[in-house]
């Protein structure tokens, strides 16, 4: 039993082990000891009644065999003695005088009758029954005086009937009963345990199922809400727990994405702030040499002939010279970090001025230039030079796409954007490269034809305006970038640059 607790307390026990130690032993308990003691009881009232049986036979034959006795007519008393023997319940009957002799018998003959047990119980004149032996046989004896018509004591009647008959019956009484105990007991633990499954049992099998199935990976599996109600309490609290999981996991794993990529842009930033500072360095030692090598070579040119080999080297010193100087001009736009001045701009004018800025490239290469939004569209507040600065050099990247290209730039309000478009009918930007666009140094020109820093000083200015660029095919044929910058709230939409 100790042990047994053990497992309880362990929880190693099932809830219908436990409902039968606790509940159906402690009930069976109860039934058993109250079924002895009634069962008791119930033996003493069957052996009273049997007794009482026996008293009545004795009463009724009492008047009938004093008259015989007094009459001294031994036949009567025989007689009546054998009408007594003559029902079930009567082993032997005998008469007695009052000093305790045998006047009359019937049935099994008592060898050796105690006379002055006799005597003394006839001179009594009372009424008694006990158990003991006629014979080699237990018996019980009813002892009933006979009296005359005076009234006085004549003698003694006694009646007996096998104890075995007794006993015999109290077994027979007591068989049923615990026959009846056993079948009633075993109908309420059938009933209680079967109850138990159905009310209990079965919802907490569903429950540990599903468990299980939680526990083996199911994590979107939600158990039954169903069966008594602190049953369907439990299972809403379990979902609602593994909901709240669910999302904690869910908001951990986004959170630890977002880390993950302000990890990647700090990286990248701490990366471009290196190339900037060095791109900056580059630029600033380069530029006084070039000045002196571009102001000596101009001089020279003053006094060389123009058909001169001296004169056309030269000139294309000063042809390399300016390409330098442009690829110094990038350098420096790469690496500059002033602060931005934002004013209230016009889209329509901020697209003008850069288209204005590469008519004279777009002419030589043969290429074209058409400007298409709303004239009256809103403004916006954005830093003019930087915005102009990326315009044209988006527009420069199409028109170096290929020659006689044609190129649109567009712009167009998006709920709280200005979006601007450069897309040009050239051969368009290979997928595969788009991720790569925006980097330092990365350009899909030829050698000497390209920094490869114009994208990426257009993507700088834009994420400083808090905007995004992305390229993408145009419906031109060739590539489109699009430009998304905040409106905000503009301060003063009649100024524009």
């Given at each position: 039993?100790?042990?047994?607790?053990?497992?309880?307390?362990?929880?190693?026990?099932?809830?219908?082990?436990?409902?039968?130690?606790?509940?159906?032993?402690?009930l069976?308990s109860?039934?058993?000891?109250?079924?002895?003691?009634?069962?008791?009881?119930w033996?003493?009232?069957?052996?009273?009644r049997?007794?009482?049986?026996l008293?009545?036979?004795?009463?009724?034959?009492?008047?009938?065999?004093?008259?015989?006795?007094?009459?001294?007519?031994?036949?009567?008393?025989?007689?009546?003695?054998?009408?007594?023997?003559?029902?079930?319940?009567?082993?032997?009957?005998?008469?007695?005088d009052?000093?305790?002799?045998?006047?009359?018998?019937?049935?099994?003959?008592?060898?050796?009758?105690?006379?002055?047990?006799?005597?003394?119980?006839?001179a009594?004149?009372?009424?008694?029954?006990?158990?003991?032996?006629?014979?080699?046989?237990?018996?019980?004896?009813?002892f009933?005086?006979?009296?005359?018509?005076?009234?006085?004591?004549?003698?003694?009647?006694?009646?007996t009937?096998?104890?075995?008959?007794?006993?015999?019956?109290i077994?027979?009484?007591?068989?049923?009963?615990?026959?009846?105990?056993?079948l009633?007991?075993?109908a309420?633990?059938?009933?209680?345990?079967?109850?138990q499954h159905?009310?209990?049992g079965?919802?907490?099998?569903?429950?540990t199922?599903?468990?299980?199935?939680?526990?083996?990976?199911?994590?979107?599996?939600?158990?039954?809400?169903?069966?008594?109600r602190?049953?369907?309490?439990?299972?809403?609290?379990?979902?609602?727990?593994?909901?709240?999981?669910?999302?904690?996991e869910h908001?951990?794993?986004?959170?630890?994405?977002?880390?993950?990529?302000?990890e990647?842009?700090?990286?990248?930033?701490?990366k471009?702030?290196?190339?900037?500072?060095?791109?900056?360095?580059?630029?600033h030692?380069?530029?006084?040499?070039?000045s002196?090598i571009?102001?000596?070579?101009?001089?020279?040119?003053?006094?060389?002939?123009?058909?001169?080999?001296?004169?056309?080297?030269?000139?294309r010193?000063?042809?390399?010279?300016?390409?330098?100087?442009?690829?110094?001009?990038?350098l420096?736009?790469?690496?500059?970090?002033s602060?931005?001045?934002?004013?209230?701009?016009?889209?329509?004018i901020?697209?003008?001025?850069?288209?204005?800025?590469?008519?004279?490239?777009?002419?030589?290469?043969g290429?074209?230039?058409?400007?298409?939004?709303?004239a009256?569209?809103?403004?916006?507040?954005?830093?003019?030079?930087?915005?102009?600065?990326?315009?044209v050099?988006?527009?420069?990247?199409?028109?170096?796409?290929?020659?006689?290209?044609?190129?649109?730039?567009?712009?167009?309000?998006?709920?709280?954007?200005m979006v601007?478009?450069?897309?040009?009918?050239?051969?368009?930007?290979?997928?595969?490269?788009?991720?790569?666009?925006?980097?330092?140094?990365?350009?899909?020109?030829?050698?000497?034809?390209?920094?490869?820093?114009?994208?990426?000083?257009?993507h700088?200015?834009?994420?400083?305006?808090?905007?995004?660029?992305?390229a993408?095919e145009?419906?031109?044929?060739?590539?489109?970038?699009?430009?998304?910058?905040p409106?905000?709230?503009?301060?003063?939409?009649?100024?524009?640059?």
């Amino acid at each position: 039993m100790g042990r047994t607790m053990k497992s309880i307390k362990a929880g190693r026990i099932s809830l219908r082990w436990t409902l039968v130690l606790y509940v159906l032993v402690p009930l069976a308990s109860a039934m058993a000891l109250t079924g002895y003691f009634a069962l008791k009881l119930w033996e003493q009232q069957v052996e009273a009644r049997m007794q009482s049986d026996l008293e009545m036979v004795a009463r009724a034959i009492q008047l009938p065999l004093s008259h015989a006795m007094e009459k001294q007519r031994q036949g009567g008393m025989d007689q009546t003695l054998a009408s007594a023997i003559s029902m079930d319940s009567v082993y032997s009957a005998y008469a007695y005088d009052m000093e305790g002799r045998r006047i009359a018998s019937a049935g099994d003959k008592d060898p050796d009758p105690m006379r002055g047990k006799l005597t003394e119980l006839a001179a009594e004149g009372k009424r008694k029954g006990e158990y003991g032996r006629v014979g080699k046989r237990r018996v019980y004896s009813y002892f009933v005086p006979l009296v005359d018509s005076r009234n006085q004591v004549a003698g003694l009647l006694q009646l007996t009937r096998r104890e075995r008959d007794f006993r015999r019956y109290i077994a027979n009484v007591r068989h049923h009963a615990l026959l009846w105990l056993g079948l009633g007991a075993s109908a309420i633990v059938f009933l209680v345990l079967v109850g138990q499954h159905q009310a209990l049992g079965c919802h907490f099998e569903k429950l540990t199922l599903g468990m299980q199935r939680v526990a083996s990976g199911e994590t979107g599996y939600r158990l039954p809400v169903s069966g008594p109600r602190e049953i369907a309490a439990i299972s809403g609290n379990f979902n609602s727990m593994l909901d709240n999981i669910q999302q904690a996991e869910h908001k951990i794993e986004t959170h630890r994405r977002e880390q993950a990529a302000l990890e990647n842009q700090l990286r990248h930033a701490e990366k471009m702030a290196a190339v900037g500072q060095l791109a900056a360095g580059v630029a600033h030692e380069l530029g006084t040499p070039l000045s002196t090598i571009s102001g000596t070579a101009q001089r020279t040119l003053r006094h060389e002939k123009n058909d001169s080999l001296s004169f056309i080297a030269f000139h294309r010193i000063l042809g390399e010279i300016v390409r330098m100087e442009t690829i110094i001009r990038q350098l420096l736009d790469f690496s500059h970090t002033s602060r931005l001045r934002p004013r209230s701009l016009r889209p329509a004018i901020a697209a003008a001025s850069a288209a204005t800025a590469v008519h004279k490239e777009a002419e030589q290469s043969g290429a074209s230039i058409a400007l298409h939004g709303e004239a009256e569209a809103p403004s916006f507040s954005a830093d003019p030079i930087r915005t102009e600065q990326v315009l044209v050099n988006l527009l420069r990247n199409a028109l170096q796409s290929a020659p006689g290209v044609h190129v649109r730039l567009g712009w167009k309000v998006d709920g709280k954007h200005m979006v601007f478009t450069v897309d040009d009918n050239g051969p368009g930007i290979p997928e595969a490269i788009r991720p790569r666009l925006f980097e330092p140094f990365f350009t899909t020109k030829n050698v000497g034809a390209g920094t490869g820093l114009g994208l990426a000083v257009v993507h700088g200015i834009v994420t400083e305006h808090g905007g995004a660029v992305q390229a993408g095919e145009s419906d031109l044929g060739g590539a489109r970038f699009t430009i998304r910058l905040p409106i905000h709230a503009a301060t003063d939409r009649s100024t524009s640059s």
